[in-house]
């Protein structure tokens, strides 16, 4: 069993190296290949979603991610243009 401070560790560490190792591709895919980055309309969409899913969730008192919520909101307007 690990301890609390030993958890904490480790996801740092994972965390750090996922960062470093797949980031950029990760960063690339979500960005550039899902939605385009440069069109304004879709960021706004998606921006406009996930403040009103973390609105709804904070006022509900569930838990809710932030970047669960914009990553989701970026996968549903690239469905949703056919992407």
Same mark, same amino acid.
């Given at each position: 069993? @690990?301890?609390?401070?030993?958890?904490?560790?480790?996801? $740092?560490?994972?965390?750090? @190296?996922?960062?470093? *190792?797949?980031?950029?591709? !990760?960063?690339?895919? !979500?960005?550039?290949?899902?939605?385009?980055?440069?069109?304004?309309?879709?960021l706004? *969409?998606?921006?406009?979603?996930?403040?009103?899913?973390?609105?709804?969730?904070s @006022?509900?008192?569930?838990?809710?991610? $932030?970047?669960?919520?914009?990553?989701?909101?970026? *996968?549903? !307007?690239?469905?949703?243009?056919?992407?």
């Amino acid at each position: 069993m @690990l301890t609390f401070k030993q958890s904490i560790l480790l996801i $740092t560490l994972f965390t750090t @190296l996922g960062a470093f *190792i797949g980031g950029s591709k !990760v960063a690339y895919t !979500v960005g550039g290949t899902i939605i385009p980055v440069h069109n304004m309309e879709y960021l706004s *969409i998606v921006l406009f979603s996930s403040a009103l899913a973390v609105t709804f969730a904070s @006022l509900k008192a569930l838990p809710i991610s $932030t970047t669960q919520s914009v990553i989701g909101a970026i *996968i549903g !307007v690239g469905i949703a243009r056919g992407s």
